[in-house]
T-cell receptor
Framework: AQTVTQSQPEMSVQEAETVTLSCTYDTSENNYYLFWYKQPPSRQMILVIR??????QNATENRFSVNFQKAAKSFSLKISDSQLGDTAMYFCAFMTPASGSRLTFGEGTQLTVNP | DAGVIQSPRHEVTEMGQEVTLRCKPISGHNSLFWYRQTMMRGLELLIYFNNNVPIDDSGMPEDRFSAKMPNASFSTLKIQPSEPRDSAVYFC??????????????FGNGTRLTVT
């Protein structure tokens, strides 16, 4: 069974600064995909970034980037130049084709960006 | 693209009543998922469909829960009878499952269910 762990229930950062959210996972599969979703107070689940396990290059999407360490089974999210609108719950998620493409989510990290 | 559409957005009902949650996936998506979100258990997969066929319902809590997908553009999640512990946010999500296995799930805005 796959598990996803986010060890930081809450984090805060000052506006314009950089913050890193941690995520680790456990799987015996070699082919899988990792995602970060954002859930603002509106409760909508919004895809932030995705990473394929077979790609060594870390994914980036504007101010969002990941540090994917496959051997360590770590998938952290870095948010640069934090903005007030980044305040949200962030979920790390794991998917493998072998599991029927279902997403397994971590517990979430509540990020607050302070002005 | 209107996104995944869920209704109602909020539902308040009394214990013992039947509740039906509705979902319209994104047109062209062939996989549909129902998730439940609670403070205690986080996001849990209840059931998912591929091409309208239920593939895995092992996450459905008990027989009071049932889900159907009569066609590619509509799905329902029914709870009968409802209980206070069913109070949660229920999300529907869809994706295009195909050659691009990394295609993400697209979520609806969820239905917040409160059972009193």
């Amino acid at each position: 069974a796959q598990t996803v762990t986010q060890s930081q229930p809450e984090m805060s950062v000052q506006e314009a600064e950089t913050v890193t959210l941690s995520c680790t996972y456990d799987t015996s599969e070699n082919n899988y995909y990792l995602f970060w979703y954002k859930q603002p107070p509106s409760r909508q689940m919004i895809l932030v970034i995705r990473q394929e396990a077979y790609k060594q290059q870390n994914a980036t999407e504007n101010r969002f980037s990941v540090n994917f360490q496959k051997a360590a089974k770590s998938f952290s999210l870095k948010i640069s130049d934090s903005q007030l609108g980044d305040t949200a719950m962030y979920f790390c998620a794991f998917m493998t084709p072998a599991s029927g493409s279902r997403l397994t989510f971590g517990e979430g990290t509540q990020l607050t960006v302070n002005p | 693209d209107a996104g995944v559409i869920q209704s109602p957005r909020h539902e308040v009902t009394e214990m013992g009543q039947e509740v039906t949650l509705r979902c319209k996936p994104i047109s062209g998506h062939n996989s549909l998922f129902w998730y439940r979100q609670t403070m205690m258990r986080g996001l849990e997969l209840l059931i998912y469909f591929n091409n309208n066929v239920p593939i895995d319902d092992s996450g459905m809590p008990e027989d009071r829960f049932s889900a159907k997908m009569p066609n590619a553009s509509f799905s329902t999640l029914k709870i009968q009878p409802s209980e206070p512990r069913d109070s949660a946010v229920y999300f529907c999500a869809s994706r295009q499952q195909g050659r691009a296995d990394n295609s993400p799930l697209h979520f609806g805005n969820g239905t917040r269910l409160t059972v009193t």
